[in-house]
């Protein structure tokens, strides 16, 4: 039987992702010695204390052994940490070390939602795919800018190290591990018991656009508000340059350089999620939000609106449309 460790590391983390981890696994193995198979999984809670606490103490998880006396695992899961990462890092140094230990000797380790920042602390991530919770992704990026961020993703799976998006997302990575570890049928099975839609593959139509103005170079602000300003109209590079008193390359380097945007993506990016809200909330048409963002062509609008959502205009406004 291999051995699967769900992490209690240091600090604030999320007890759904903890228990929900637990209890999918626990229904795997009960699906699979149903058939008349061995269960694949010994399950235990990995701690740094003897126990940890949640909502402000009023629940506690009792870790099952500490990390330190765990010599060998096969499947580490990371939960989902609090966003003061910097912080929560440095408080499980030692858990990190002990990640890269176990990923060398032959474990696999997951990691759900913003466990990213843990995993990523590892440099095990480095040159390869990562997922986050798409809030937190320019954060992580801006930390570990030598991965590969693909925040459209809900899964990444790259040689035996696993990411997942945020929130509810986190359990298509765990189905993902059950398949992979047990079978298709398991897999299927804890779907419909626990009821989590299998087939989710992106979560770029759950990401709300907000601009990125964490940086200091002021002109390249007022570039985005300027941007934000007009969204009904057709905007190119070369006449935002000649408004601002730019070369277009110059404008195009800065831009970039502060907000990890080419102009051209802001200008869309803005553009979509402004048509986003109002499918949402309006009875207006398809062809309405498209004019009202600035665009003339159907098949143009359709590839960009998709490109950032991951669904065509039509299928938004139908799954999201409050009217």
Known sequence: MKHLSILLPIGKTNLMKIVGTREIFEVANYVYSDNGKQPVFSIQFVGCDEKHEFVNGFV????EVKFTNLSKTDLIIIPAIDDNYESVIAENKELVEWLQHQYKNGAAVASL???AFLLAATG????KQCTTHWW????????????KLVTERIITDEKGLYTSGGSISSFNLLLHLIEKYYDRATALSCARALEIDIDRTIQSQFAIFSGQKDHTDEEVKQLQEFIEENISEKLSIESLANKFGLSKRNL???F?????NTPVEYIQRVKVEAAK???ESSRKTVNDVMYGVGYADVKAFRTIFKKYTGISPIEYKLKYSKE
Do not use: D, N, V
């Open 60 to 63: 506690s998880i009792k870790s």
């Open 124 to 127: 095990l991530l480095a040159k």
């Open 256 to 260: 970039k350089k502060a907000t990890g």
């Open 136 to 147: 937190a992704a320019p954060a992580l990026k801006k930390m570990f800018p030598e991965i």
């Open 252 to 254: 195009e380097r800065r």
């Open 113 to 115: 939602c913003t466990g």
């Open 277 to 279: 809200r109002t499918l």
